[in-house]
């Protein structure tokens, strides 16, 4: 380890967004959960045009894979006596400390760091500069962006790939090129827009974003007199909640945030399925004034089909009521004026009768409904049609809007872990509702959606409930 100069610089006009801390890490693989650090540099660039040089070989306390060892040439022998990570820990913090994180494929090495902090029980987290997405802002048209077709092309000299000083050396130099050939203005420009760069509103304290975590959860927007204003879901809360701030990418919608807003409060989830269930319920809950789709739907219900003594006829369910799934249901609908336009659809295109569907009634019997009268009815309003042949039809028209069988033999569970944050969400269902404290709540048509996507994406992920 060693602190020292490089004559790299960045123009002021780029350092005006914060100091940049480049870094790179070699790994014993790809997987920033599974595999470890065996090497860290780092370059800072401080606002008063200082630089510091840092690198570190890193024990990985695992054996390095034959092939890791050939790609880099770090071998189990070099790093036998290297420093742990958490020896190096510190001094590592305090160059990242407040700095851009920047990186080539910046979300692999931010992992990697992001999970060996964890490993001893530290948190850290810092903006991130993905090198490979300003690389293709500023040259589109390009068609490789990886860090060595960026040296071959814009001639950056020759550096020691795949060893982690050289890989930072080169990120650095293909910022500085790309400052002067595209000007200091126009690089800044791009990377405060991959940054997202926040400007806070007014009435926030100074720290209000500063502690934001970067797993998947749930952000809540307060204005005056603590009313919810927004809710919304994220993979990354950080990223997410700053990008509403984000001057040059800032709709309408957000400008009025910003000027709303008071208060944030934020839930992390243990994944996204938990953060879109979580983020439902909030809404339909605290009702905030700019959500708008999924708002509570208390009027939303079922068509269902029966076949009896009295005929064949459909009849109207409120979701509330609609205890189990049974064999002819359709829906759900947000209401029965949209359940009645969407069967009105329905009637024309599958030549269904009116009477039947209740769009009309006989003054006596046999009288045919108007759609027979024009042709658009087979005549089951005058015997013209079986019941049975009827119902077939019928149910065909339907099927679109069948509601499955629960495909469980009864309730289950699924389990969303999130691993990087030592997080596990148990989510419990029955017959498409979602269970709190062993008892079905009222059915819900953002629920069924979610739940019918993941079941049919992973099924194996639900287990029986005990």
Known sequence: MH????????????????????????????NPLADRVTEIAVIRFHADGRQTRWQSLINPSVPIPPAIQTLTGISNAMVRDAPEFFAIRE??????????????????????IKNEFRRVQEQFSADLLCTVRLSRRL????????????????RLGHFERHRAMGDCEATAAFVQHASEEHSPANVAAA???LLRTPSLPPHLPPDALANIPDGPGVYLFFGVNDLPIYIGKAKHLRERIRSHFSSDHMTMNDARLSRELRRIEWRPTAGEFSALLLESELIKE?????????????????????DDERGLHLEWCAASEAKDVVPDRYGPFTDQAAAKRWLMAAAREHRLCDHQLGFSRPRHAGEPCFARQIGR????????????????????????KRLPAWPFPGATIFEERDIEHDRVDLLAFDQWCSLAGGARLPFDGDVFRLLRQVIERSPEAFRPFA
């Open 3 to 30: 602190p020292s100069r490089q004559p790299l610089a960045l123009p002021p006009e780029l350092l005006a967004l914060g100091e940049f801390a480049f870094i790179d890490v070699e790994t014993t693989g790809g």
């Open 91 to 112: 001094e590592l913090c305090a160059l990242l400390d407040g700095a851009v994180f920047v990186a080539h494929n910046a979300r692999f090495d931010y992992g990697f």
């Open 139 to 154: 040259y589109p048209t390009e068609r490789g962006h990886g860090l060595d077709a960026l040296v071959s092309r814009h």
């Open 191 to 193: 990377a405060r827009a």
């Open 286 to 306: 605290r009702m905030p004034l700019r959500n708008i789709a999924l708002r509570r739907r208390e009027r939303q219900g079922f068509l269902d089909l029966s």
């Open 377 to 400: 009815c087979h005549g089951y309003c005058e015997d013209s049609e079986s019941r049975d042949r009827y119902r077939q039809r019928l149910q065909i028209a339907l099927a679109s």
